[in-house]
């Protein structure tokens, strides 16, 4: 399985874009990318999910390079709501996917 | 709205009790999982299932059972229950595309927040 590499946390001012980047090196050709987003004592929410290239929905954009061996998960304006842990995965063909440790965003004012 | 339903979410279990946590599942979807999750560790893999009677090891499917007899229903099952297995355990659904066994969107259940004393 894929493992993914993400940062631990990061900071952000509202209204500010953000970047959260994952390595994912072992990709296999036929995984997909996904990432989710989590808030305490919920369970985690799908936020998107990709291939290659970009995809953009009306929360977040996904950025693939050619390689895809890394991704960028962007947020756009974020607000003091998007205070959360986010985590990349990389889903296998065989149905199973495995969570990394994600990356805690702290949005502050 | 697809909804994942967990039985409880909050379980109080003495060590060696056997315990079933109850996952239900409104959308038809193929594939259940069970993970827990513990500060500092993320979300671990349990058990998952890809269909009725169906099941496969996740990482840590040590202490853990899990049963599928019908689609939109997965259990899992603490043999002996023990004080490590004190943990937030979540569950989640997904649909598969076109015939292949790969996760289109999960959706989780609230978790059930599980003390082994």
């Known amino acids: 399985l894929a493992k993914t590499t993400q940062p631990i946390s990061m900071d952000s001012y509202e209204g500010q874009e953000v970047n959260i980047t994952c390595s994912h090196n072992?990709?296999?050709?036929?995984?997909?990318i996904t990432w989710y987003q989590q808030f305490p004592s919920q369970g985690p929410r799908f936020i998107i999910q990709?291939?290659?290239t970009k995809v953009t929905n009306e929360v977040a954009s996904l950025f693939i390079p050619a390689d895809r061996k890394s991704s960028t998960l962007s947020l756009p304006r974020v607000s003091l709501s998007d205070t959360a842990v986010y985590y990349c995965l990389v889903n296998t063909n065989a149905g199973k996917s495995t969570f990394g440790d994600g990356t805690t965003l702290t949005v502050k004012p | 709205d697809v909804k994942v339903t967990q039985s409880s979410r909050y379980l109080v279990k003495r060590t060696g009790e056997k315990v079933f946590l109850e996952c239900v599942q409104d959308?038809?979807?193929?594939?259940m999982f069970w993970y827990r999750q513990d500060p500092g560790l993320g979300l671990r893999l349990i058990y998952f299932?890809?269909?009725?009677?169906?099941?496969e090891k996740g990482d840590i499917p040590e202490g853990y059972s899990v049963s599928r007899e019908k689609k939109e229903r997965f259990s899992l099952i603490l043999e002996s229950a023990s004080t490590n297995q004190t943990s937030m355990y979540l569950c989640?659904?997904?649909?598969?595309?076109?015939?292949?066994?790969?996760?289109?969107?999960?959706?989780f259940g609230q978790g059930t927040r599980l003390t082994v004393v």
């Open positions: 299932s890809y269909d009725v009677k169906m099941k």
């Open positions: 959308m038809d979807h193929e594939n």
């Open positions: 989640a659904s997904s649909s598969i595309i076109q015939g292949v066994r790969l996760n289109t969107e999960a959706f």
């Open positions: 072992n990709i296999a050709t036929n995984d997909y």
């Open positions: 990709g291939y290659k």
